[in-house]
């Protein structure tokens, strides 16, 4: 009996690379028999897009924000500034231009977490969509806060998701450092007071990347700098009721500001640094107190 068995579990992994392409023919003919595209939950968002006579579009839209660029003619002549692990950014004049970053990280892991099946390409052409969706949602919502972009159009076609919206420079550290100190404060004091405006927010990561520098005008022509958070992938909603944003102030504060208002600080502004120091320490530290210590320390 054991010989019998011992054959069997030799004789086995023989068989299936002999018949490997009868068996993934198989495979896949059960696959699209009993297990549909349709009934793959990668769509939660683009179920509940809306057909109008623009295209799809999420509810509340208006159809002047629907427009479907022809993407890869765009990026035969727009410039490349930025990937990120779904998305990819071109600049377009003054426009920034989101388009499905194909060969990102999460590409890759759609890829291969759904390798061998036929579903393949339109299921992670699907879940890029939802993340394109997902940013078109809190753009939407938040339009207007002079922090978030302003969103010029969208396209939410399951082949061909994009985003068009305000452009902007990165903040990198030699920017900052170039800035005379009250102009880099007031920087981070915008930075703080966007995320201080939303405490109903959770942010799943924090970091000096997800903002852009905008130029805004005065109603005078004045132009000023406006730093604008361009990342919502990983943001979502608070419980009903829960706007306790320690943990966006302790991510902001550890891996964006804290460095930044050391540097170059007076002694009235050390001591005010102290203070969101020990709240740290404490795990008190909210975005309105980091919002009002860097207002108090611009001179």
Known sequence: ??????????????????????????????????????????????????ETSAGLALPGTNDSLLRCPDAEGIKKFAKLVGQGWSKSVYRLRNHALKLPNMEGEGWRR???????????????????????????????????????????????????????TELGEPITTLKLLKYPRNEMLEIFHKMAEFLARHPGLRFGDLRRQQF???????????????????????VSERRDGDYDDRDTASKFYRSIARDFLWQGANEAQKALVAELDVSLANDQLTMAQIAQNIQNMLV
Not at 28 to 37: A, K, R, S, V
Not at 125 to 148: H, N, S
Not at 212 to 234: A, E, K
């Open 212 to 234: 852009v520098l905008g130029i805004h005008f005065l109603p005078s022509g004045h132009p000023y700098t406006q730093p604008l958070f361009v990342d919502f992938d990983d």
């Open 110 to 164: 759609c890829r291969w977490r759904w390798f061998g099946s036929m579903h393949t390409e339109l299921i992670c052409m699907r879940k890029a969509r939802e993340t394109f969706l997902r940013e078109i949602r809190w753009l939407l919502r938040l339009q207007g806060d002079p922090a978030v972009p302003r969103l010029f159009s969208y396209c939410a076609e399951a082949d061909n998701p994009t985003i068009a």
């Open 1 to 50: 009996m054991r010989e019998k068995l011992l054959i069997s579990i030799l004789f086995l992994p023989l068989l299936a690379v002999t018949f490997r392409s009868q068996l993934l023919e198989a495979a896949l003919w059960i696959e699209e028999e009993y297990f549909p595209i349709n009934e793959f939950p990668v769509n939660p968002l683009g179920d509940t897009l809306i």
